[in-house]
């Protein structure tokens, strides 16, 4: 175990410079150990979890959970939430609508729990008491409507001609009133679906000798305990023999049949059917005086339903927390360890103080800060803004303790970048007021609990929508591009001059670029609006796009090149920075750095206006240029041009690659021999012979030997620790990773050419192919007609297609670009994230 010391000895100038450094890079996060008296423990532990700035580790590891101190405890707290969810199905059954909580409890002390947990019995006896006393009035009652159906419908077996069998004009009167008196009968009701098999089954053991009439009730029952539709049947089975009445009956307790006593004389069934009507009626009040007393005590107790839950909730985890404690020697103190961020020191200090004065404990709780080796986890505080732009990058992996966090950066280069794809300044403002809208009412739609992924997808990234309508506005705007139409708002400064005739005769005209009737002037912003008539629009914004997308990317690239060295400088590892980053940047500079600037030098060199070798004829391409300076190759120039845009600039070009070759080796091979060299200086520093001790007895640890691995040399995901022919491998590894990538990675920001141009021709076929149908169409009639509908369609596509099918599309690509080609410049991603014991995030969880 590592040294102790208390929180307030921590040197104030790294804290205060890592609370400076928050928005950079993670919180820096130390382990502490807590000792807390066991009766202050539970109040303590519950001060924590309200300010949920603590995560606990497992002390008990190697205990089973059935064998912990607290799992009595827990137990208890089990019970209480299975009452609670039986009363809660109680209330739910009749339909009471239970309100949420608006003001959260605090987790109740010892003393309440016990009230708490009596309160909870005696409501749970109470509804029991209430529902089987329900059931028991509703099965009365269901048997009196049975018996009351029964005296009903066998009215009429009794009457029908053919009880007996035997035609009138075979037996007189008195015959058959004697054949009557010798038959048997049985009356009672049967499920409807079980009929069928009941009717046979009374044929089998009779052989025939049975005559049944049956009956359908109209009105379904009510099952008395799950409240069920029932749709039952009336019958009267006819037999002759006391022996055939045993069989019948116990068929009908196979079948579930309900019997019921039937007098076979009219005058005595009316009597009965008299006294059945006057028990149903007093049946009836005294069911519905014990609903309305049910219906009372629900309302009363789903007052109380989630105010108890979320107690029971906190009760349990505070004891599930107590269990991760480990108890001293003498069993008179509580020993818990947990990560802990630097700023919330002096909070977790005051929560255990308050968590001991609750209790008026005389012995304070500790709070010992503790050097560690082990790496700590991750967390970066967000607010509603950065959060969704944080859980992009976590997505991909949780960040290292304390390297850059490229959430800060992405805010502005993810929306950017999709903005460069989506590029429509009225897509972006249907985006733009979709996510408004959810931003505007977010304290409305949040308060609103749904399972609706898709939605809450989208809610939880409503600023980063917002932003992405704001940058695609922006870049709609630059583009010159409403809905696939252009905006002449400063006027075109495309001037023709041509007479009429000349105007008129021919379908296109070509300006002359160098003609002194072009003019000076250029467009305030954007393009200009005459390329929308333009035949060789897309081959212009081809190229104009295609250059623009490999400008940021390198850009891009370069940013995410630069950041590893604030990696390096803030852990120490500023050697690296040299052997690392420097010919990793020189690569990239040299290289497609400067392809980017021989296309701004060919932008101003050539023009329209200058002659041979700068006339744009002359002016070479910059790819081709630039696979000839990678290969050493030449390319013949016309005739009257240049080969070379500049001065010297084979001699220039031939020294770029020659020296990112040779930054090549560097990058191979520089790491590896340092850690090399830094292994024998230690081996012989560790070797001495002025031990006086021999190394046999153990010597204090310093300070520097205790710091985290986070802000060692080796540390921070690195192999330096691995044998030397694991490091050369991996650094081989990583140097073809990089030289390859600069390469497939430039390429790749190739997309966001292909994107923008496929968005804005899907919106110009779009309008052309579907509104303009209706904008074309004539007649007084037939137009409006027309316009609605392929309005209507054209709005179906516009927000299907093109704003979520692309928008979709673009967003991944974005994601990709940031992912791939900018993090994996300098973010490793290896850490784990800081979850923290906290009231707030366990009762959000719950709820979904």
């Known amino acids: ?201 009374l044929w089998r053991i009779s052989r025939g000798n049975v005559f049944v009439r049956q009956a359908e009730l109209d009105d379904p029952l009510e099952d008395p305990e799950t409240g069920n539709e029932l749709y039952k049947t009336v019958f009267c089975a006819f037999f002759q023999g006391e022996q055939l009445k045993n069989r019948i009956k116990k068929v009908c307790t196979g079948f579930h049949a309900s019997l019921y006593p039937c007098p076979s004389e009219a005058k005595e069934r009316d009597e009965m059917l008299k006294g059945v009507l006057t028990r149903l009626e007093d049946l009836n009040m005294v069911l519905n005086q014990t609903q309305d007393h ?218 002359n670029p160098s003609s002194d009737d072009l003019g000076t002037e250029i467009y305030e912003w954007g393009l200009d609006p005459v390329w929308q008539l333009g035949t060789n629009k897309i081959i212009f914004l081809n190229s104009y796009k295609m250059k623009l997308s490999i400008i940021f990317g390198v850009i891009h690239m370069i940013f995410g090149v630069v950041m590893s060295t604030i990696n390096h400088n803030f852990f120490r590892r500023r050697v690296y920075i040299f052997l690392e980053f420097l010919p990793q940047i020189i690569f990239l500079v040299l290289l497609f750095a400067y392809m980017v600037f021989m296309m701004f030098f060919k932008w101003i060199t050539y023009s329209p206006k200058l002659e041979q070798p700068y006339s744009p004829g002359c002016a070479p391409s910059v790819l081709i240029m630039f696979i000839n300076m990678m290969l050493f190759k030449k390319t013949p120039p016309l005739a009257g041009c240049d080969e070379y845009m500049y001065p010297h600039q084979d001699l220039i070009q031939k020294s770029f690659v020659f020296i990112s070759l040779l930054c090549i080796p560097w990058m191979l091979l520089g790491k590896p021999f340092y850690i090399m060299c830094t292994r024998k200086k230690t081996n012989k520093v560790a070797g001495h012979n002025g031990d006086v001790n021999q190394g046999m007895e153990m010597t204090p640890e310093t300070p520097d030997q205790l710091a985290p691995t986070a802000h060692s040399e080796s540390g921070h995901g690195g192999h330096d620790d691995e044998p030397m022919s694991e490091i050369f491998i991996h650094q081989g590894i990583h140097t073809i990773e990089y030289v390859l990538s600069t390469v497939s990675h430039t390429a790749s920001y190739l997309r966001l050419w292909a994107l923008s141009l496929a968005h804005a021709q899907l919106s110009e076929v779009l309008w052309n192919m579907v509104l303009a149908l209706g904008l074309k169409s004539t007649g007084p009639i037939k137009a409006p007609i027309m316009i609605y509908i392929m309005f209507a369609f054209w709005a179906l596509f516009t927000l299907a297609i093109l704003v979520m099918m692309e928008g979709l599309s673009a967003f991944l690509h974005t994601l990709r670009l940031h992912w791939v080609e900018f993090m994996s410049k300098f973010y490793e991603g290896l850490g784990y994230p800081f979850q923290p014991f906290s009231f707030k995030i366990i009762l959000d969880e719950t709820e979904d």
């Open 294 to 511: 049910r219906c009372r005590v629900l309302n009363n107790v789903a007052k109380d339903i989630p105010r108890w839950a979320i107690m029971v909730k906190k009760m349990k985890a505070i004891y599930h927390t107590m269990n991760l404690f480990n108890m001293d020697v003498t069993k008179k103190c509580l020993i818990g360890e947990c990560w802990v961020p630097v700023p919330d020191l002096p909070k977790v200090q005051k929560a255990l103080t308050d968590g001991s004065a609750a209790v008026g404990s005389a012995i304070p709780s500790f709070l010992n800060v503790i050097e560690t080796r082990e790496n700590p986890p991750t967390f970066n505080r967000t607010n509603k803004f950065s959060r969704g732009f944080q859980n992009l990058i976590d997505a991909y992996g949780i960040a290292s303790y304390q390297e850059v966090n490229p959430a800060l950066y992405t805010i502005i280069t993810f929306p950017f970048l999709f903005g460069i794809m989506f590029g429509d300044l009225g897509h972006g403002l249907i985006m733009f007021l979709f996510a408004f809208w959810m931003v505007s009412g977010e304290k409305k739609l949040g308060a609103k609990k749904t399972n609706n992924e898709i939605w809450n997808i989208f809610f939880g990234g409503r600023y980063i929508i917002l932003l992405m309508g704001i940058f695609s506005m922006y870049t709609g705007f630059t583009y010159n591009d409403l809905f696939s139409k252009s905006m002449n708002i400063f006027g075109s400064k495309w001037k023709v001059n041509y007479n009429a005739s000349t105007i008129m005769d021919n379908p296109t005209l070509q300006l």
């Open 1 to 201: 175990m590592a040294s102790r010391g208390n929180y307030s000895q921590i040197p104030t100038s790294e804290s205060l410079s890592s609370r400076m450094g928050t928005l950079f890079r993670s919180e820096e996060i130390t382990l502490c150990q807590m000792f807390i008296q066991p009766e202050a423990a539970y109040s303590s532990v519950s001060e924590l979890g309200e300010i949920g700035a603590v995560q606990f580790r497992d002390l008990n590891g190697d205990v089973n959970a059935f064998q912990r101190k607290f799992v009595g405890e827990v137990r208890r707290c089990d019970e209480m939430q299975r009452k609670i969810r039986y009363v809660e199905s109680e209330v739910k059954k009749d339909g009471v609508k239970i309100k949420d909580c608006e003001d959260i409890p605090r987790a109740p002390n010892p003393r309440e729990i016990i009230d708490l947990e009596a309160h909870l019995e005696k409501t749970e006896n109470e509804m029991m008491e209430l529902s089987q006393n329900a059931v028991n009035l509703k099965t009365n009652y269901l048997e009196l409507v049975e018996l009351r159906h029964v005296l009903e419908k066998t009215q009429g077996f009794f009457y029908e001609e053919d009880v007996l069998g035997v035609g009138n004009s075979l037996m007189t009167q008195e015959e058959a009133g004697q054949a009557r008196g010798r038959l048997g009968f049985v009356a009672g009701t049967i499920r409807r679906e079980r009929l069928p098999g009941f009717e046979r089954m």
